[in-house]
């Protein structure tokens, strides 16, 4: 997804990664999938029996490898199996710490589809089959239900955030549901449907995984009205603090010099949010509250 990092972290990286795929039986092969800056190095490889699998690695100084994005994959599993085929099943995790630093190694199922995307922001029209959209919502619908104390966007930034991006208050009633929480078109493949990525996941305001993906999708304005016909939701005071997360969290990023594609969108997008601030409906009723070691895991 992203460039590798510089030559003295990408040969770390690739060090761990090989140290977890001896510990884990695993010959690895193929390409690598960096992460931001390289915190993550994905590739794909080979297990006992000629199983194709995929081993993700995951870095973080010592004294932080803890919390919901270290552990988010494993919880995820716990929480959703291979969630009705949609997301691939978590089979062993590897961690070991070196010199300070903190590395997890999260082997999974291989996934044959394609991601839609080498980047989270669409760099093209998307092109899937009829079905893959009624098959998100349905998917999205099933994570909404789950029952969860993770976190994935914090009320407190909100209140912070809100302001200092909108120029308007924050709703005191939110609804709130269970999120995948990273939902952009490197995350979903075609033409199956799966979601990958889980360190994240956890409680969101109602309709913050449609409009991270609506985000993402800016790039093109037919795929953007494509998910806003799959997702009717979006533009309606129920998901008025779903999409402000999104457009908030999206703008502090662009203040950093990042996703400057979409800087704007956002900023037409953040407009209407501000205009109809005021019709969001503050019923009580819409109130949800927020609220070396290796593990093997049963399918």
């Known amino acids: 997804m992203y460039s590798p990092p510089d030559s003295s972290t990408a040969e770390r990286m690739r060090a761990a990664h090989r140290d977890a795929a001896g510990a884990l039986g695993i010959d690895g092969e193929g390409e690598e999938f960096w992460g931001w ?14 199983r ?36 691939p099943q978590l089979l062993a995790l ?27 922001i669409l760099q093209g029209p998307v092109h899937v089959p009829a079905g893959w959209w009624s098959d998100l919502r349905d998917v999205l619908l099933t994570i909404t239900g789950a029952d969860t104390d993770r976190v994935a966007v914090r009320r407190a930034y909100l209140e912070r955030a809100v302001p200092q991006y909108l120029d308007t208050e924050l709703p005191e009633h939110i609804r709130w549901t269970t999120a995948h929480g990273d939902l952009h078109w490197a995350n979903l493949t075609a033409p199956s449907l799966r ?50 997360a999104i457009v908030v969290e999206l703008l502090q990023t662009t203040a950093r010099g990042d996703n400057q594609a979409l800087i704007g969108p956002l900023e037409t997008w953040a407009r209407r949010l501000r ?12 109130h949800w509250t927020a609220c070396g070691v290796r593990r093997h895991f049963g399918r």
């Open 37 to 50: 800056a390289g915190r993550t190095l994905g590739r794909p490889g080979t297990a006992a029996g000629g």
């Open 52 to 87: 194709r699998v995929w081993l993700r690695l995951v870095t973080a100084p010592a004294e932080k490898a803890e919390g919901k994005l270290w552990e988010g994959a494993e919880a995820a599993q716990r929480a959703f199996a291979d969630l009705g085929g949609r997301r």
């Open 94 to 120: 590897h961690e070991r710490v070196a010199d300070g630093v903190a590395y997890r190694a999260e082997l999974s199922e291989y996934v044959d589809g394609a991601v839609i995307s080498a980047d989270p």
């Open 195 to 244: 979601l990958l990525d889980w360190e994240g996941w956890g409680r969101a305001p109602y309709g913050y995984d449609a409009a991270t993906l609506y985000a993402y999708s800016l790039t093109d304005p037919g795929t953007a009205a494509r998910v806003r016909d799959a997702f009717p939701e979006l533009g309606t005071p129920d998901t008025w603090a779903g999409e402000a």
């Open 275 to 286: 205009a109809t601030a005021q019709h969001v409906s503050p019923s009580p009723r819409a």
